[in-house]
């Protein structure tokens, strides 16, 4: 109930009261507040002409970095008493310093500004609007509205940095680069021998073959090392990174942000496929720009369930054939023949998987039930990792509990030889 | 300040409503109308905005009452201004915590008092020129004076509740 219907309601009563008894020192209890309900309609704001500007520090951040709002509201109208000044902001920013609200008195013709500071998880945020209550002096009547601003801010996650990803995708691209091309030709590791041809750096002959052939001179041929196609695949499938309050999808995004980069910095084409309630793909690129790109889409992700696909759904058509893929999803049972049929293209395929159960036990009280639960459920998946391994799937199992550079030196800096499954 | 100034009104006001009563001999609205405002400061004290309202309400009441009783209005009227001055505060007092550090919230609350200080002394000038001037009418034109006061009423009211 408003202020202003109660103080009517109660002055009525009075009225009505003092009619009734014929008493007129009733009817004058009822001046007072008459009075005040005559007061603020005459002072009630009206034609209230506010128009607001916002800037910010920066429009794009890590997460867990503070950006300054300045605001500047400016009242092109008649004076106003009171005037409660909010900028509304989506539930994942935070204040940290300052406050994003005033209550000025604001002048015809003055101003207001002041800055404050925020802080945030990742995201995509839209600040566009600042809310104003002006009130007349007795607080009775009031007027709101919504102030239009411009103000977008990209809160992206952040980026480890990892030395190398070791892959050996079978396709490589025509640039020099650091993957091993499957050719020979200049490079760094030992490739093969071939005959000595015109134009082969004397260097390279093989001293000890040619003295075992008196007619010919024999060369070492070295690995050709190039740039490919990577294509990053992160699953933001609900069902399968959520556990009821709790989420690992912030894990499989630092993942991909780091390998992102990783990849990017090693000179290779990078493409990101979202799989969630929508697919989100962004083309692929190389260098620093498309870095940003991804970051920037990273920011704008959030997790749900496709309406259309019951199982990972991975359209082939957007991959180069025979590329590498890399796929970032804590994986369900029902994910190997998804997988299967990529291998089965000839897709090189690097898994990242956030350890779904660990991370889940980690939110449950301990007790025998759940240690038994854990240990029956963490064998059928390490059964169902060993299976992917079986058809030349690299996995990395990734416990979020330790730090994904950690893992990610152990587990994928190493130069990879030969796979089981053809790799 | 004005939560001081508030938490002093109100009881001021509660405590002339209660003593009308008590000097009348009427101990049990005088006893009641303690009781809810020792909940009522407790209620303040939490930041329970709602509790102002069914405050307001329980001393105009009884102060109506009272007035029907024919006790004393020397402790009724000065309760019901007060109460209603601590009424206001109080909702003000709830607005001021949206402010800032960094708000002239001074320059607001002198503003505040002045607007309270003049609104309630045209109300009291006006109850005293109703309860000192006594105008006999017939009973035609009170009616018509009654109509035109609940009409002027109900106009006030619709445009500030449009206005809100």
């Given at each position: 109930m408003s202020r202003a219907f109660f103080l009517s309601l109660l002055t009525f009563l009075l009225v009505l009261a003092g009619l009734a008894a014929g008493e007129a020192r009733l009817l004058a209890l009822a001046f007072p507040s008459a009075v005040f309900l005559l007061a603020a309609l005459l002072r009630a704001p009206e034609n209230v002409k506010l128009s607001a500007q916002r800037t910010l520090s920066a429009e794009r951040v890590f997460s867990g970095e503070d950006v300054q709002v300045t605001l500047t509201v400016k009242n092109e109208g008649r004076d106003l008493e009171e005037v409660l000044l909010e900028d509304t902001l989506p539930d994942r920013l935070e204040v940290?310093?300052?406050?994003?609200r005033r209550l000025v008195r604001l002048a015809g013709g003055g101003s207001v500004k002041w800055t404050y500071t925020l802080c945030g998880k990742r995201g995509y945020f839209m600040l566009h609007a600042v809310r104003v209550t002006v009130r007349e002096p007795l607080g009775l009547s009031a007027a709101s509205q919504v102030l239009s601003t411009d103000g977008q801010l990209f809160i992206v996650p952040p980026v480890l940095r990892l030395r190398r990803v070791s892959i050996r995708p079978r396709r490589t691209r025509i640039f020099s680069g650091t993957?091993?091309?499957?050719?020979?030709?200049?490079?760094v590791e030992f490739f093969d021998v071939r005959e000595y041809q015109t134009g082969?750096?004397?260097?390279?002959?093989?001293w000890r073959l040619t003295a075992r052939h008196q007619q010919n001179i024999y060369a070492n041929q070295y690995e050709q090392e190039r740039v490919v196609d990577v294509g990053i695949i992160l699953d933001g499938r609900r069902r399968t990174t959520e556990f009821g309050e709790r989420s690992i999808f912030e894990h499989s995004v630092m993942a991909t942000a780091a390998l992102v980069d990783a990849f990017l910095s090693a000179g290779n084409r990078v493409g990101l496929l979202f799989y969630g309630k929508q697919i989100h793909w962004t083309m692929p690129g190389y260098g620093k720009l498309q870095g940003e790109k991804i970051l920037h889409s990273l920011s704008r992700l959030e997790p749900g369930d496709s309406q259309a696909f019951n199982e990972l759904f991975i359209p082939r058509r957007l991959f180069p054939a025979k590329s590498q893929l890399v796929l970032v999803s804590p994986l369900t049972p029902d994910d190997f023949h998804a997988l299967a049929d990529l291998r089965s293209k000839g897709y090189a395929v690097l898994v990242v998987s956030p350890d779904r159960v660990s991370f889940e036990a980690s939110g449950l009280p301990p007790s025998g039930p759940v240690s038994l639960a854990q240990r029956i459920i963490r064998m059928k998946q390490q059964l169902f990792l060993r299976r992917l391994r079986g058809i030349g799937i690299q996995v990395v199992s990734w416990?979020?509990?330790?730090p994904f550079e950690q893992v990610a030196r152990r587990e994928l800096e190493r130069r990879q030889i030969i796979q089981r499954g053809g790799l | 300040m004005t939560r001081f100034l508030a938490i002093l009104f109100t009881l001021l006001g509660a405590g002339l409503v209660a003593a009308a009563f008590a000097v009348a001999g009427f101990i049990l609205p005088a006893v009641l109308l303690f009781l809810f405002f020792v909940f009522w400061i407790f209620a303040f004290s939490r930041n329970w905005d709602w509790i102002h309202a069914p405050g307001l309400l329980l001393a105009s009441g009884l102060a109506a009452f009272g007035l029907f009783l024919e006790l004393e209005s020397a402790y009724i009227f000065p309760g019901v201004f007060l109460s209603l001055a601590g009424w206001d505060l109080a909702d003000f007092a709830s607005r001021l915590r949206?402010?800032?550090?960094?708000?002239?919230t001074r320059d607001l609350q002198r503003r505040h008092y002045l607007r309270l200080g003049l609104t309630l002394a045209i109300g009291v000038g006006l109850v005293l020129l109703a309860v000192n001037l006594q105008v006999r009418l017939p009973l035609g034109w009170m009616a018509a004076l009654a109509l035109l006061a609940a009409w002027g009423l109900g106009v006030l009211i619709k445009r500030l509740l449009q206005g809100n």
């Open positions: 940290v310093e300052g406050s994003n993957i091993p091309a499957r050719q020979g030709g200049p490079g082969d750096s004397p260097r390279a002959i093989n416990d979020v509990s330790q | 949206l402010a800032s550090p960094e708000d002239d």
